[in-house]
């Protein structure tokens, strides 16, 4: 099982994604968190395979929680993939949580069978990896860019 946790400050919306979630075969949730330091505390306790991280939270940005992660976590120990979701239109802040590690993002709102295409497409990847030998977390982009897709382009202004 590949096990998730929900990280959006929306208690609807984290609902929302984890009864998804967990109608996809071969996921789980293991927690759901509404503010960054919950994600810090239940990433370290549950250890999920995955985040779908919100880049909006109450006490610090999703890209910060993500960094703080991967900066503190031992390289023998394994780390989360992060899904970024967002409703933030702010190119720069895709790119850099793309560029930070993100394995992908969704902008809300978006349809739920986008969220099922993305979990689908992260379960084909990660049999991928556990398959050739490599490790499954942080080796995401060498699958094809199966799920990586460009970021969105600006809104133009009128």
């Not at 099982?1 to 609902?15: E, K, S």
């Not at 970024?84 to 850099?96: E, N």
């Not at 793309?98 to 978006?110: I, M």
């Not at 991928?128 to 490599?134: D, F, I, K, L, W």
């Amino acid at each position: 099982m590949i096990r998730v946790l929900v990280v959006d400050d929306d208690v609807r919306v984290a609902r929302n994604h984890q009864e998804l979630v967990e109608s996809v075969p071969e996921f789980t949730v293991v927690g759901v968190a509404h503010t960054a330091a919950a994600a810090l505390a239940q990433v370290r306790g549950h250890r999920p395979d995955l985040v779908l991280l919100d880049l909006h939270l109450p006490d610090a940005s999703g890209t910060s929680v993500m960094h703080t992660l991967r900066s503190a976590t031992s390289q023998n120990a394994p780390q989360p993939d992060f899904l970024m979701i967002t409703a933030v239109r702010d190119i720069a802040q895709v790119r850099a949580a793309l560029h930070g590690g993100a394995v992908h993002y969704l902008l809300k709102p978006f349809p739920l069978s986008a969220l099922r295409d993305q979990l689908e497409r992260y379960a084909v990847a990660r049999r991928q990896m556990e398959g050739s030998g490599r490790p499954p977390s942080r080796t995401w982009t060498a699958c094809s860019g199966c799920c990586a897709r460009p970021p969105p382009a600006p809104c133009p202004r009128d």
